[in-house]
């Protein structure tokens, strides 16, 4: 029921950050090569997720809106082995126990497209609609009707920082993706399909090209691409730290402290460096079950990925010592 629904809730939308985050990953999910992101008042009044991807079939909308509904799964020993991933099938749910949420969504067969609207969990009835591809989710006045709730929402301003944040992570993470965001009907990033540097060039800004070297770096099964920045930039003021494990953004403290420790030997810089680093390994070497919010993992060969870390940054940073 709906008061259900509502806690279930609280473990997966937090702010319209968090609700925007599951949005994403379910365009990226169907397949995305495009994702439009619209906010009003940081989120909290509307966000309005685009994409181009596989769309829902018209039989299949009031199920994607229902608690527990994943098609991304299909067995109990599946649903075992992801049930931390965030393939839980609540997202739409719980959004739609906190929000109005309009989902409108066409398949490349079908000849139009269809929406349905939930407000309090009830669903209204599928209903013809305009939209030429993919699938556009529409979410308004977060927590309306649970005010404790919304007593805890920030300012817009601070509420939008966050979304961005978590657009940025995302944007980040799949430079080949083409991503917009729009703010209060203002264009703030319009990101077109490009390679991981020009990306993170887009979004950290053009100056840390001159403040960072770039690395690639292998071993065995190991791999470790991307951008480490100078303290230079770091000195300006900005702020960036981004690391991402076979494609997902990752904060661990072991090889955060791999990256500061090249930092601290190479430059004798011992603050936050600035850094876009994408690891890849082997699935069975990263545990990713750790925590449901999916930002921590756990490795296999903790030790051996430190030193392939440290190593690859000190060599990296070597060449930034003149
Ligand atoms: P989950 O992502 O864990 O499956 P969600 O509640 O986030 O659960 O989504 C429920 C279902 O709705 C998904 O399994 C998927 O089938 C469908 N869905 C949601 N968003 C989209 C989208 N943007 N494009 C296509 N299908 C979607
Ligand atoms: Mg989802």
Redesign the pocket.
Known sequence: DLLISQIAAGEVVERPASALK?LVE??L??GAREIRVELEEGGIRLIRVA?D????AADDLAQ?LARH????IASLAELESVASL????????SIAAVARLGLT?RTPEAEHAWRIAAQDGALGAVEPAALGRG?V?EVRDLFFNTPARRKFLKTPATEYGHCEEALRRAALARPEVVFELRHNGKVVWRLPRQDAEARALALLGEEFEAAARSLDEAAGELRLAGLAGLPAYSRSGRDAQYLFVNGRYVRDKLLGHAVREAYRDILHYDRHPAYVLYLTLPPDQVDVNVHPAKTEVRFRQAQALHGFVFHALERALGYART
């Open positions: 599951e379910n365009s999910d169907a994409d991807g596989q769309g829902i994607a509904a994943t098609s991304k965030g393939f839980r099938g609540e997202a739409l749910a969504s699938s989710v």
